[in-house]
């Protein structure tokens, strides 16, 4: 089916910007997991069916967080396939901003039908990342031919963009901060190109983010680029250093190893059969609209398959819940929406968890 995909186009780009620039939650409900734009030379029905493909791969890496996904032999097999998993297309002329000057560029986007993406991962073994992603705020000092700099929202040059490009390609909810003056008195270019977390860490308080990443972005010379980075997430932090004859490969590398990074902590492995069951009590729940509230907000957590009522009291309730991953794995989905604060910590499965509901 034919779409208006110049109206779809522009509200999703509009929402993507406003959930990444503006939100102050925790944690972010990413849109858009099963559609992807390639760029296609016309419009003629021939030139479909390897766009699809590559569209296909694009949507399959955003689902999971897994980059080598398009290697498994099962996914390999489908990928010739993929007009088989399209829902709706339609074609934009887009101004592709990452090039200089920006040129314009004829784009298919494609929409698959989520349930059958989801049962070619299932049957190919494996995960899949939920759409409630760790929203991360990035300070990157940029050093190119121009003036270093801090990499502001408002920032339109190519490196910016990629950045939003490939975090859209990945299902990243990735923000960049205001650099207004209070961003500018707080942290500064060597804040961050001598890894000095402390004041970007303090800055970031103000964005909500669930993580951290610090960029140092460097042209040395001719086709020589290097890149440091920091990520700081759930009280653990990881560094890397990334290098390449442009900012293209540089930027990508970066952007691979942050989805590896974020995918590998929150992705779940579906249809396993293999399900680990807990308890969870969880205190100020009052009345039948906010124990309503927490078990809806339960059974939408990726990890988890079923939720039950095992006692209710005056201001609590204890669940039951089957869920697939490891303890760690459902934690760490609890953590992204802070709907749920820890009142103690949980040792094993036999203890259970102990939450206070957050409304």
């Given at each position: 089916?034919?779409?208006?995909?110049?109206?779809?186009?522009?509200?999703?780009?509009?929402?993507?910007?406003?959930?990444?620039?503006?939100?102050?939650?925790?944690?972010?409900?990413?849109?858009?997991?099963?559609?992807?734009?390639?760029?296609?030379?016309?419009?003629?029905?021939?030139?479909?069916?390897?766009?699809?493909?590559?569209?296909?791969?694009?949507?399959?890496?955003?689902a999971t967080g897994n980059l080598q996904v398009v290697g498994n032999?099962?996914?390999?097999?489908?990928?010739?396939?993929?007009?088989n998993y399209v829902q709706q297309y339609g074609y934009q002329t887009?101004?592709?901003?990452?090039?200089?000057?920006?040129?314009?560029?004829?784009?298919?986007?494609?929409?698959?039908?989520?349930?059958?993406?989801?049962?070619?991962?299932?049957?190919?073994?494996?995960?899949?990342?939920?759409?409630?992603?760790?929203?991360?705020?990035?300070?990157?000092?940029?050093?190119?031919?121009?003036?270093?700099?801090?990499?502001?929202?408002?920032?339109?040059?190519?490196?910016?963009?990629?950045?939003?490009?490939?975090?859209?390609?990945?299902?990243?909810?990735?923000?960049?901060?205001?650099?207004?003056?209070?961003?500018?008195?707080?942290?500064?270019?060597?804040?961050?190109?001598?890894?000095?977390?402390?004041?970007?860490?303090?800055?970031?308080?103000?964005?909500?983010?669930?993580?951290?990443?610090?960029?140092?972005?460097?042209?040395?010379?001719?086709q020589q680029w290097i890149g440091q980075w920091h990520l700081i997430?759930?009280?653990?932090?990881?560094?890397?250093?990334?290098?390449?004859?442009?900012?293209?490969?540089?930027?990508?590398?970066?952007?691979?190893?942050?989805?590896?990074?974020?995918?590998?902590?929150?992705?779940?492995?579906?249809?396993?059969?293999?399900?680990?069951?807990?308890?969870?009590?969880?205190?100020?729940?009052?009345?039948?609209?906010?124990?309503?509230?927490?078990?809806?907000?339960?059974?939408?957590?990726?990890?988890?398959?079923?939720?039950?009522?095992?006692?209710?009291?005056?201001?609590?309730?204890?669940?039951?819940?089957?869920?697939?991953?490891?303890?760690?794995?459902?934690?760490?989905?609890?953590?992204?929406?802070?709907?749920?604060?820890?009142?103690?910590?949980?040792?094993?499965?036999?203890?259970?968890?102990?939450?206070?509901?957050?409304?």
């Amino acid at each position: 089916m034919v779409f208006c995909a110049k109206r779809l186009l522009q509200y999703a780009a509009l929402l993507w910007v406003a959930l990444c620039i503006f939100s102050s939650s925790y944690g972010l409900d990413v849109m858009g997991l099963y559609t992807a734009s390639v760029p296609i030379k016309s419009q003629q029905a021939s030139l479909r069916a390897k766009a699809y493909e590559q569209a296909l791969e694009q949507v399959l890496i955003k689902a999971t967080g897994n980059l080598q996904v398009v290697g498994n032999p099962i996914i390999k097999q489908q990928l010739p396939k993929a007009s088989n998993y399209v829902q709706q297309y339609g074609y934009q002329t887009v101004e592709d901003k990452t090039t200089m000057p920006p040129m314009p560029t004829l784009m298919l986007q494609v929409q698959f039908e989520p349930d059958a993406v989801q049962s070619l991962l299932d049957q190919a073994g494996v995960a899949l990342w939920g759409n409630n992603r760790p929203l991360v705020v990035m300070w990157l000092a940029l050093q190119d031919d121009s003036q270093p700099t801090i990499v502001s929202n408002s920032d339109e040059g190519p490196v910016p963009e990629l950045f939003k490009k490939l975090a859209e390609q990945r299902g990243i909810p990735l923000m960049l901060p205001m650099m207004d003056l209070t961003d500018i008195n707080s942290v500064t270019m060597n804040d961050i190109i001598d890894d000095q977390a402390m004041p970007v860490m303090q800055a970031s308080q103000r964005y909500g983010s669930d993580a951290i990443l610090m960029g140092s972005l460097q042209q040395q010379g001719p086709q020589q680029w290097i890149g440091q980075w920091h990520l700081i997430s759930q009280g653990q932090e990881f560094s890397w250093t990334t290098q390449g004859k442009d900012d293209v490969s540089v930027v990508t590398q970066a952007m691979d190893n942050l989805t590896n990074n974020l995918s590998t902590r929150y992705a779940v492995m579906q249809g396993t059969g293999q399900q680990s069951q807990t308890n969870i009590t969880v205190s100020n729940v009052s009345g039948l609209k906010q124990f309503a509230e927490v078990q809806a907000y339960l059974k939408k957590l990726a990890p988890v398959t079923s939720v039950n009522v095992m006692q209710m009291d005056p201001d609590a309730v204890t669940f039951s819940l089957d869920y697939e991953g490891t303890l760690d794995t459902l934690t760490q989905a609890v953590a992204l929406d802070h709907k749920l604060l820890p009142t103690q910590a949980a040792v094993d499965n036999n203890v259970g968890l102990s939450y206070q509901w957050v409304y």
